[in-house]
């Protein structure tokens, strides 16, 4: 189905188009939340959170961005305000605990050392080094998503790149 007749749909309320919508964003969102959070229960939550302020809110969706664009940026400002609320968030520590096949073959043992490497960066280091190199999204898509220039997104990458390095290279790993 095209993203039009999506739109249209999910602004008449039909139940369909939200089964449609959650299925085919819901890993990105997920995975994209998880990796800036490292806490699969608040990942979770912003993602539940997300849906259904998008569902409440799609009547305001003016199309000047695509529907997942627009769904991850409600996710981040939902992540934004459990930080707020939560001044402290305790990263978790039992990656054995992950059951879901996808988080699991991303923190195998090979992967490990980079996840706690991650946990070492900012939120908005965590945020770039997600969207660009393990989701794979370009840098048009990341300046979209983030609102901000293109220039903006490289030197932010290339920032939290740099920063990841040295922390590997601490980490013993160079």
Not at 102 to 129: C, G, P, Q, V
Request: contains cysteine; glycine residues 4%.
């Amino acid at each position: 189905m095209d993203e039009s007749k999506l739109i249209e749909l999910l602004k008449r309320g039909d139940k369909t188009a939200k089964e449609i919508l959650v299925r085919s964003t819901q890993d990105f969102l997920f995975n994209s939340v998880m990796q800036i959070c490292h806490d699969r229960n608040l990942a979770e939550d912003v993602v539940v959170d997300a849906y259904l302020y998008a569902f409440k809110y799609i009547k305001n969706f003016r199309g000047e961005s695509s529907l997942k664009t627009w769904l991850y940026r409600i996710a981040r400002n939902t992540l934004y305000k459990h930080y707020k609320k939560i001044k402290n968030i305790e990263l978790s520590d039992n990656i054995s605990t992950l059951k879901d096949d996808k988080i699991e073959s991303f923190y195998s043992d090979k992967h490990e050392l980079l996840f706690e490497a991650m946990k070492k960066l900012n939120f908005d280091e965590r945020e770039i080094i997600t969207l660009v190199d393990i989701e794979g999204l370009s840098y048009e898509e990341t300046s979209e998503i983030l609102g901000v220039p293109m220039g903006t997104v490289k030197s932010r990458l290339f920032r939290a790149r740099d920063k990841l390095r040295n922390i590997l290279k601490d980490m013993g790993y160079f």
